[in-house]
């Protein structure tokens, strides 16, 4: 799942610096999505160290 995210994040990336040479408007609203994207697969590899941590 982590790295289906973190693939989700390069393509929205690469729209957000094509938009901005474009300079499109949709561009603010893409980078939102990777921002979010981006928290959420921090927070998901905090867990995975937790559930690694409580294992050993």
């Not at 697969?41 to 867990?47: C, F």
């Amino acid at each position: 799942m982590l790295v289906n995210l973190k693939e989700f994040d390069v393509k929205l990336f690469q729209r957000i610096v094509e938009g901005t040479q474009k300079h499109n408007l949709l561009t603010n609203v893409l980078s939102n999505e990777s921002s979010e994207v981006r928290k959420f697969v921090k927070i998901l590899d905090g867990a995975g160290i937790a559930l690694e941590q409580i294992e050993l």
